[in-house]
């Protein structure tokens, strides 16, 4: 998706108005940063990690995983409704 985008803002550049442009550089900012790999992410993350990993150690211990407490009680708040929901992370 990000390739096939990105493409097409390049062959059709002189066509995008400038707020729409803004928009999909935006948004392939995102998509790139989300879902494909950057060594340059990768780097930055272990920099950061080796920097303060105490204070993350502290944070992760005090607050648990992500999956943890905040996704379960959102899953019990659904499941008290007339719907059953599921919620599940991919």
Known sequence: MH???ARCCRANQGAI????RVFLDHYLHLIRSQSMDDP???????RIYSNHRQALQL????????EGGLLEDIEQLLRK???PWHVSWA
Do not use: M, T, W
Request: with cysteine.
């Open 40 to 46: 340059r992410i990768d780097e930055l993350c272990n």
């Open 81 to 83: 409704g007339d719907v």
């Open 3 to 5: 390739r096939v985008l």
């Open 59 to 66: 944070i992760y211990d005090r607050i648990g995983p992500v």
């Open 17 to 20: 108005g400038q707020e729409v």
